[in-house]
């Protein structure tokens, strides 16, 4: 059974810093490429960034610069380190592979206030 569970979202004020967490169980987490996706109200759920398994990363043009994805597979965990937050960054956060989805968890909320 796959779980996905994110973790490390909250209130922030603008300007600000968060690191979430992806903890992945029920897959050869290794092998995958992995991403970071958000949702905000009304709108599409986006992908934000993502890390193929040998490393190689890439973001959406209106994070590059400010979040940095990484991963730690011997924790078969995924982070996204978010600097500079601005309240458009406010969304609900999801992980996810880049291809053959499997189940969206619920993800974190993060709110950036202006």
């Known amino acids: 059974q796959v779980q996905l569970v994110e973790s490390g979202g909250g209130l922030v004020q603008a300007g600000g810093c968060l690191r979430l967490?992806?903890?992945?169980?029920?897959?050869?987490?290794?092998?995958?490429?992995m991403g970071w996706y958000r949702q905000a109200p009304g709108k599409q759920r986006e992908l934000v960034a993502g890390i193929f398994s040998g490393g190689d990363t890439d973001y959406a043009d209106s994070v590059k610069g400010r979040f940095t994805i990484s991963r730690d597979n011997a924790k078969n965990t995924v982070y996204l380190q978010m600097n500079s937050l601005k309240p458009e960054d406010t969304a609900v956060y999801y992980c996810?592979?880049?291809?053959?989805?499997?189940?969206w968890s619920q993800g974190t909320q993060v709110t950036v206030s202006s």
């Open positions: 996810n592979t880049l291809r053959n989805w499997y189940g």
């Open positions: 967490s992806c903890a992945a169980s029920g897959i050869i987490f290794s092998i995958k490429a």
